[in-house]
């Protein structure tokens, strides 16, 4: 089943960042919980919606309002899917999340950036996705991409980039590759 997968992967990510930024200085602590509309109620008690106005492009604050990166009428757009509302999020220091309801069936949509300081990196997004099964290179999107069969991730320069729950990454329809792309151009 996929969603305890995601759930699982998330979790990890997340542990993994939160336990390698815990000891620098300076650094904002947020609870961490998984991207998934089913753990909203009790992932997301601890931890509110960011509304810090950061300029998705360029400022040295390691967060920023993922939801600013992509409108609810673009990710429709791009997935396909109605969307009827998005949620940022902080789900841990650096670690930068939108989800976007799903009022057409399915899941929800989220996207996910990976500031330099998350401490996630492409190397650990490689074996998430390794682990979960088959991965393949997806050109056009970003510095590199990976699809496998829980998100599609990118790197645009020192950010990482995830999308969850826009389907088809290993069958060939890559709305999630138009999606990082609308991303990756909102954060230049």
Do not use: F
């Not at 899917?81 to 999340?97: E, F, N, P, T, V």
Request: charge should be positive.
């Amino acid at each position: 089943m996929r969603i305890p997968a995601v759930l699982l992967t998330t979790a990890c990510l997340a542990a993994a960042a939160a336990s390698a930024t815990a000891c620098s200085s300076g650094s904002k602590t947020a609870a961490a919980a998984p991207p998934t509309a089913a753990s909203s109620a009790a992932g997301r008690a601890g931890s509110s919606p960011t509304s810090s106005g950061v300029s998705p492009g360029g400022s040295s604050s390691p967060d920023l309002n993922a939801c600013a990166l992509l409108s609810v009428t673009q990710a429709s757009s791009l997935a396909g899917k109605h969307y009827s509302a998005a949620k940022a999020q902080i789900i841990a220091a650096g670690q930068d999340q939108c989800t976007y309801k799903s009022t057409s069936g399915g899941g929800d949509l989220v996207v996910i950036v990976y500031q330099p300081a998350s401490g996630v990196t492409w190397q650990t997004l490689t074996s998430v996705l390794k682990g979960s099964g088959t991965v393949k290179s997806v050109s056009g999107v970003g510095d590199k991409a990976m699809a496998g069969a829980i998100e599609l991730d990118a790197q645009a320069g020192s950010r990482l980039v995830a999308i969850q729950g826009a389907g088809g990454t290993l069958t060939g329809d890559y709305s999630a590759a138009a999606i990082a792309k609308a991303v990756i151009a909102a954060l230049h």
